[in-house]
């Protein structure tokens, strides 16, 4: 921190806190954009000015925004790294190498830490956290789940008093373009990517958003802030939403639900539940009015209740926005230890658990069920269903002709997962079936009114 000549309160009355950023991409545009333009705000609010030194970036000849200007550009990581002005290092490349050791090496230097990275942070925390703490420094990642909405900072503060005991998050963005609009125009699953891939919600390689990887990561950082408890994301039971038709989208309409891909956690004594999975959601609970790309966490706690966090998960002024916020953050641990008082100690109880099977997880199911029409077709599947005990809520069949092929719809009452699996392979087993069953999970009822 070096004081500032100039500043709205008058010459040499400003503090400053000097920065580097790692990658002027998306991200980075967004956060040079926001401390220029809200730097009048930032200054009043922090009683100090925020000042970018260096930027990182591969290519120098790349055009870039003017709150980037070339004279601060630079492909060498040292001018960022080994500065000893800058205090606070952004990273905001992505990836996992070079990333991780660059972080690493701010840190060993004593340099505060933020970065977007969800990635590197669901993967590689336990390893940034204790170095973070042995040199006394932080490091903050709000932006890594759901882009803007501060769901990290209200689990690590505005809910820190309170039990948590159940998360359920609808944090990819791209796959809830996706359902949404499958849901509204009817589009096949195909034509709605081409859609979000068309209006930039998409990725050209979509894999890792419509597989629910990338919320996978995100659930392991929304877990390790909710229970204090780290979790392989590659440990998560995580489905996509790429098995979705445009018939199931409307079999659900017909029942009363849309579908939404939800990612959950939940404390039990056996250890967290953790999962990602497309799932069918009553159109009266508030999960299911979360249009488009927007991100949406559902907090249900002890002594709050049930609490919603909701917002744009992504872009560059969402996101950058995440990152300033915890940019100041950092700036006032600065403050505080050039005070004398060393920064608060995050995560330096981190247990890491394995999620609990989720073949003892008990919930109701839609089961599209693909027959040819004979004669004892709707028995023999129901008795397949009742050997394994898996009770049956509603039952919806086309009226087809004989001989023709029907999708039978099936709602079970809730029942272990295990359960309905046996039966569905035994359904699927049947000599009229004429392909794998299609099922899905209906979201368990709110815990908390
Ligand atoms: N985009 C979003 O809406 C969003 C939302 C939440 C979180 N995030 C996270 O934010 C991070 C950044 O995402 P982004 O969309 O801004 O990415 P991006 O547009 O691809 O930008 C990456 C930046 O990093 C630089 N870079 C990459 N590798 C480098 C290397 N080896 N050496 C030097 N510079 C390097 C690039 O330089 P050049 O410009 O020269 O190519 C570019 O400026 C990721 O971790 C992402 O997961 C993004």
Redesign the pocket.
Known sequence: MTPRGTGPYGAGDMREVVIGL???????GGVARILQENQADIERRLGASVRVKKI????LE?TRDATMPRALLT?DPREVLEDPEIRIVVE????IE?ALTMILEALSRSKHVVT????LMATHGKVLFAEAQRRGVAINFE??VA?GIPILRALREGLASDRIERITGIVNGTCNYILDAMSRTGATYADALKDAQAAGFAEADPTLDVGGGDAAQKLSLLTLLAFGLRVDPAAIATEGITRVRSFDIAAADALGYVFKSLAEARQTPEGPALSVHPMLVPKEHILATVRGSYNAVLVESRAMGRSLYHGRG???MP?GMAVVSDIIELCRHIFAFDAGRPPPEAFSTIVEAVPRPTSDEAHENYLCVHVTNVPGILGRVASCLGRHEVSVKRLEQDLHGAGQAVDMVVVTERVPEARVRAAVAEIDGLDEVTGPTHRFRIREPDTIE
Not at 23 to 28: E, F, L, Q
Not at 116 to 119: H, L, S, T, Y
């Open positions: 790692l990658g002027a991409g998306n991200v980075g990182l970036v591969r290519n790349r492909t905001l490349m992505g990836g070079p977007a990275n969800k990635a932006a890594a882009g992504a872009g560059p996101t």
